[in-house]
């Protein structure tokens, strides 16, 4: 099945700067790609979503890029503030209607003033 | 803002008792979700619930079992605790299956004693 592997673990970065994560899955069939927030004492929220005909989406100091030949999905924050700090996820699913999302490991982030 | 509802925040209780956490959804979605996350935040999807079909992640114990009045609710039992139960549940709803947004509740958080 598809396995989904999240890195790093913990990143802290200073207000200003940019903060990569990045995911790997394994099924090649993989057709929907999503990150997730999730603010300390809270649920997941939604940050963005791609299908697998995307390679990059761009919305309010977010990038994510897709790249299907060496099955990796980052997420870029570009200019951090501490508001950012939480932990993240990717989320992947496939075309076959799959009923689950199969999560990444998560990636604390901790954006310092 | 917050569209699904968990309760109890926080549960606390001793092995062998029996558990029930709440969860309503008033975004009119037709899929409901448990995942639980341990205390390394890592997510395991446990059941999914759609239009009364239920489907269960093989690896989830038998004393876990969902129980659904109405597709705005999915409750989880916990027939008699183990403290390898202790986590943050977390309940999510979606429109349908697989590419769909999922919306979090705020999660419970057990704690067996």
């Known amino acids: 099945g598809e396995q989904v592997e999240q890195r790093p673990p913990h990143l802290s970065v200073r207000e200003g700067d940019s903060a990569i994560i990045i995911c790997t899955y394994t099924d090649s069939a993989t057709a929907y790609f999503s990150w997730y927030k999730q603010e300390a004492g809270a649920g997941l929220q939604l940050l963005m979503s791609v299908l697998s005909n995307v390679d990059r989406k761009e919305e309010q100091g977010l990038t994510v890029l897709l790249n299907k030949k060496d099955k990796r999905l980052s997420l870029n924050l570009t200019a951090a503030h501490p508001g950012d700090s939480a932990v993240y996820f990717c989320?992947?699913?496939?075309?076959?209607?799959?009923?689950?999302?199969?999560f990444g490991s998560g990636t604390q982030l901790t954006v310092m003033p | 803002e917050t569209a699904v509802f968990q309760t109890p925040n926080y549960h606390v209780t001793q092995v062998g008792n029996e558990v029930s956490f709440n969860c309503k959804q008033t975004?009119?979605?037709?899929?409901m979700y448990w995942y639980k996350q341990d205390s390394k935040k890592l997510l395991k999807i446990m059941f999914s619930?759609?239009?009364?079909?239920?489907?269960v992640n093989e690896t989830v114990p038998r004393r876990f079992s969902p129980q659904s009045s109405d597709k705005a609710h999915l409750n989880l039992r916990i027939k008699s605790v183990e403290p390898e139960d202790s986590a943050v549940y977390l309940c999510?709803?979606?429109?349908?299956?697989?590419?769909?947004?999922?919306?979090f509740g705020a999660g419970t958080r057990l704690s067996v004693l």
């Open positions: 619930y759609n239009n009364k079909q239920l489907i």
């Open positions: 999510a709803s979606s429109s349908g299956l697989g590419k769909n947004t999922l919306y």
């Open positions: 975004l009119g979605h037709d899929t």
């Open positions: 989320a992947v699913s496939e075309s076959s209607g799959s009923w689950q999302l199969i």
